[in-house]
């Protein structure tokens, strides 16, 4: 199991935690608006971290941070990621996953196993967009509704988000994925910012007027949303 890029502190990735980002090596989508386009399918110019590395780095923080943040590309690729994650937990850390939704059984598998504390999933669009907006075409959506109805019936904290690009995303698509996750505990909508590290460029955001006129909106059917990074 390898890592990618470390955020040493993060007051936003955890809610309510003090917490450091794991970025894992590796992703099976391919979002165009992607901002760790590098870790997606790496090369030998990623610089990689090994688990005794990063556990070493962990030992160095106990007692000054309350979690981790396991991110990506997608974690839930590795095969190593439970075995890393009850290391972790022995060194007295709350875990945070972020998944794309793609391994339902992994997931089911992580959360009975009690050793996952939140849980963050990326909701890409409605069904009807999700393969372009991943760009895979000729995705098969129904893993990811295994995913929501996993998430929607388990008994640990979680949230959805959905990343907003002008280019995917309009104000009714955000509606019709509030109305698809109806029941969640909690839902972000992200607006996205182009910088180099995005995989493909020309993507744009919506303005920060634009997009909290579509927590409004949303809030219509979805009571609570919030707007995350603007």
């Given at each position: ?75 839930l690729l ?9 290391e ?109 590290g ?8 919506y ?24």
């Amino acid at each position: 199991m390898k890592f990618g890029l470390i955020n040493k502190l993060t007051l936003l990735d955890y809610p309510e935690k003090t917490a450091c980002t794991l970025f894992t090596v590796g992703c099976n989508f391919n979002c165009p608006f992607c901002q760790n386009s590098s870790l997606i399918t790496p090369d030998n110019t990623v610089q990689t971290q090994s688990v005794s590395k990063i556990l070493g780095f962990l030992k160095t923080r106990q007692g000054l941070l309350d979690g981790v943040c396991i991110s990506g590309g997608e974690p839930l690729l590795n095969s190593a990621l439970d075995e890393f994650i009850r290391e972790v937990k022995e060194l007295g850390f709350l875990v945070k996953l972020d998944t794309n939704g793609s391994f339902p059984q992994k997931l089911a598998e992580l959360i009975d196993s009690g050793q996952i504390d939140y849980i963050a999933m990326d909701i890409k669009n409605t069904p009807g967009k999700y393969a372009r907006t991943i760009g895979l075409p000729g995705f098969d959506v129904n893993i990811i509704e295994d995913s929501i109805r996993l998430l929607l019936s388990c008994n640990i904290p979680y949230e959805f988000r959905t990343t907003v690009v002008r280019e995917f995303h309009t104000v009714e698509d955000l509606v019709s994925v509030a109305q698809w996750i109806s029941g969640a505990e909690r839902y972000y909508l992200q607006g996205f910012v182009d910088s180099d590290g995005v995989l493909f460029g020309g993507l744009n955001g919506y303005s920060k007027e634009e997009m909290q006129d579509f927590v409004q909106r949303v809030n219509a059917v979805f009571p609570g949303v919030e707007l995350r990074g603007i």
